[in-house]
């Protein structure tokens, strides 16, 4: 996994030549990456809450001793030419340090509202029937992600297009915990898993901010993993707040990072907005515990089509094998997957 909390030191080449303060200046605002912040009058204390938020930080280098003994680390040289694109210099020399830096502000969608149906990947999931579509219940569905580099990793989503579970009423949010009791079900009756690891990563602002190429539609990962929150909490250092579904409406302005507990009505949450979430986070760290190598984990680059035709067949003749003794809500929400299924 690449490492965020990093400290980068710039120093502006020009040649020969001394670097105006203004080509200093804007060099340095062109350094705006989701997972950095520019210190431009750097102290020990602005660091610390930097990494706090699972940033990296950039100074200058004229700068740099200010802050070198807090990190702990040699601090990686930044030579930038400002006669060339500056952020794609400074990505290339994080993905030679294997730094995560985030996207660039630039990749930000900008929208000011709820992102139409139109466009949205699940939503045209809906619109012709989907074999993969293993539950279709009133309100939710489920089926196996794309990306699955794991067997039996679920996705829950709301028919309705809304950015992320908090957006919910009461009456669905409590029909959400009855589909996730029935995910368990499933993964329980096909894999023997009795614990999923379940989270979301909910969009606020209505999808603002987002970048352009993210899923702004509501949907809950359910995926076999020894990970739990306060194991996660542990890698991450993230700090998270305690709530519950009945809670949860009181979030959803910003994004936020949510984790099922020890128990079905505990869940962890941070919805900090200065935080820096990796894309794909805990994906990542499943796939790190998991041992699984290199970017496996990125859905966009590794789809894993065959496995999650898999985890389909897997759950298709569990659900065969074990129809009679199945619970009334469980048959008749996968009735349409066992009887379209193609093996």
């Known amino acids: ?43 020990k204390q602005s660091m610390q809450n930097a990494f706090l938020n699972n940033k990296s930080v950039v100074c200058l280098k004229s700068q740099a001793n200010l802050l070198a003994d807090s990190y702990g680390n040699a601090p990686i040289p930044v030579n930038l030419d400002p006669s060339h694109n500056i952020p794609e210099q400074f990505q290339a020399i994080a ?33 012709v029937p989907q074999e993969d579509n293993i539950y279709l219940g009133q309100d939710f569905f489920i089926f196996p992600t794309l990306g699955q ?4 990793y679920l996705l829950i989503i709301p028919y309705e297009h809304v950015m ?22 499933l993964l329980n009756l096909t894999y023997g898993c009795t614990k999923p690891l379940v989270w ?7 999808g603002k901010g987002k970048a352009k190429d993210s899923v702004v539609h509501a949907h809950v990962h359910v995926a076999p993993s020894q990970l739990n929150l306060r194991r996660i909490q542990e890698i991450s250092g993230f700090q998270m707040e305690y709530t519950t579904m009945d809670e949860l409406s009181a979030y959803g302005r910003h994004s936020y990072l949510l984790i099922q507990g020890d128990t079905e009505s505990d869940w962890g949450i941070n ?6 979430i990796p894309r794909q986070y805990v994906r990542q760290l499943i796939a790190e515990d998991e041992e699984i190598s290199g970017d496996m984990w990125n859905w966009r680059t590794h789809g894993f089509l065959e496995r999650r035709h898999q985890t389909n067949l897997q759950i298709y003749q ?18 349409n997957f066992v009887s379209t299924f193609q093996a």
């Not at 340090?97 to 699940?122: E, F, M, R």
């Not at 580099?149 to 039996?152: A, D, P, R, Y």
């Not at 979301?200 to 209505?206: R, Y």
């Open 95 to 127: 993905a030679k340090h294997h730094c995560d830096i985030g996207d660039h502000i630039s990749n930000s969608s900008g929208l000011n509202g709820t992102p139409t149906q139109k466009d949205c990947a699940y939503c045209s999931h809906l619109v």
């Open 200 to 206: 979301e990563n909910g969009t606020g602002n209505g």
């Open 164 to 185: 992320s579970i908090a957006e919910l009423d009461t009456a669905r949010r409590k029909e959400f915990l009855e589909v996730l009791s029935d995910a368990r079900y």
């Open 149 to 152: 580099f794991i067997n039996g």
């Open 271 to 276: 919805d900090n907005p200065a935080l820096y």
């Open 1 to 43: 996994m690449d490492k965020t909390r990093n400290f980068f030191v710039v120093e502006p080449n020009l040649g020969t030549e001394t670097a105006t303060p203004e080509q200093v200046e804007d060099i340095l605002n062109q350094l705006q990456f989701k997972g950095v912040t520019v210190l431009s009058s750097p102290t």
């Open 318 to 335: 569990a659900l065969l094998k074990n129809w009679r003794e199945l619970p009334e809500r469980i048959k008749r929400c996968t009735e």
